[in-house]
């Protein structure tokens, strides 16, 4: 029999990889699973966790030890499909004997969570915003306008990190800015630019397309609470750039260039 304090640390190696899983964008019942495998490590007889989309907790109990429980809130939550691999990976390799706990906790304590620098993201947004273009069937000139409206897009974005503004905020500042560089463009005869083919491009990098499925997959799984507030803060998103893009065009007087 092992030592409590290896229990103690068993449950903060869970409870580390649950909330790493849980900020980036896993399913719930990934991250109920994941939790479960680290804690039956154990062999207590309650091993029990409870996940939503903001917070879990968890529980190890045996008749022999004390309880432990702990609670933890989860404020910030991205989709990064390389954390939740990675994390998957440890769980794996404790699980199946192949790394000790120490070495479990350590490398989930010191994992990178991001596999690409900002602004290799940043570029990738731009690059997105413009092959959107030419995927939905716009002219050489659309595209062009589409790039520099994903650059606005992700200037606008660095702008309200930067004054830790919500994700509501900046989601609808980064909106109305790129819809008013489209607006822009479009009012320039010369260019000759879609401003609908351009709108409707650019927005496609910050579009909660992810956030969609995911929330479809916990409600099929049955954790109804968590999908319907994933769907609920897709939603949202998705009216933070509806509200940005038509303050944009209104901002910038595009409303008759839509209807010409």
């Known amino acids: 029999?092992?030592?409590?304090?290896?229990?103690?640390?068993?449950?903060?190696?869970?409870?580390?990889?649950?909330?790493?899983?849980?900020?980036?964008?896993?399913?719930?019942?990934?991250?109920?699973?994941?939790?479960?495998?680290?804690?039956?490590?154990?062999?207590?007889?309650?091993?029990?966790?409870?996940?939503?989309?903001?917070?879990?907790?968890?529980?190890?109990?045996?008749?022999?030890?004390?309880?432990?429980?702990v609670v933890r809130r989860v404020y910030d939550r991205d989709t990064n499909l390389y954390v939740i691999s990675m994390v998957n990976t440890v769980s794996r390799e404790f699980c199946s004997g192949q790394i000790d706990l120490k070495t479990a906790f350590h490398r989930l304590k010191h994992m990178e969570t991001g596999q690409y620098t900002s602004w290799?993201?940043?570029?990738?947004?731009?690059?997105?915003?413009?092959?959107?273009?030419?995927?939905?069937?716009?002219?050489?000139?659309?595209?062009?306008?589409?790039?520099?409206?994903?650059?606005?897009?992700?200037?606008?974005?660095?702008?309200?990190?930067?004054?830790?503004?919500?994700?509501?905020?900046?989601?609808?500042?980064?909106?109305?800015?790129?819809?008013?560089?489209?607006?822009g463009l479009a009012g320039i005869p010369s260019l000759s630019i879609s401003m609908d083919m351009v709108i409707v491009s650019a927005i496609m990098p910050i579009v909660p397309g992810a956030a969609i499925t995911t929330a479809l997959r916990d409600t099929l799984q049955g954790d109804y609470v968590s999908g319907g507030a994933k769907a609920l803060e897709a939603f949202v998103k998705a009216a933070a750039i509806a509200i940005g893009v038509g303050f944009g065009i209104v901002l910038t007087g595009g409303g008759r260039l839509w209807m010409g």
């Open 120 to 183: 290799q993201k940043d570029l990738a947004a731009v690059g997105v915003s413009a092959m959107f273009a030419v995927v939905f069937g716009g002219a050489i000139q659309d595209v062009f306008g589409a790039a520099v409206a994903g650059v606005l897009l992700v200037l606008i974005g660095r702008l309200s990190n930067h004054l830790l503004l919500n994700g509501f905020m900046q989601t609808m500042l980064s909106s109305a800015a790129m819809a008013a560089a489209a607006a």
């Open 1 to 69: 029999m092992k030592e409590e304090m290896d229990y103690k640390l068993l449950l903060d190696t869970a409870v580390l990889a649950g909330k790493l899983m849980l900020s980036s964008g896993a399913e719930i019942y990934r991250v109920e699973d994941t939790i479960c495998r680290i804690l039956d490590k154990s062999g207590f007889k309650t091993r029990e966790a409870f996940v939503m989309s903001t917070g879990f907790m968890v529980t190890l109990d045996d008749p022999k030890f004390d309880s432990m429980t």
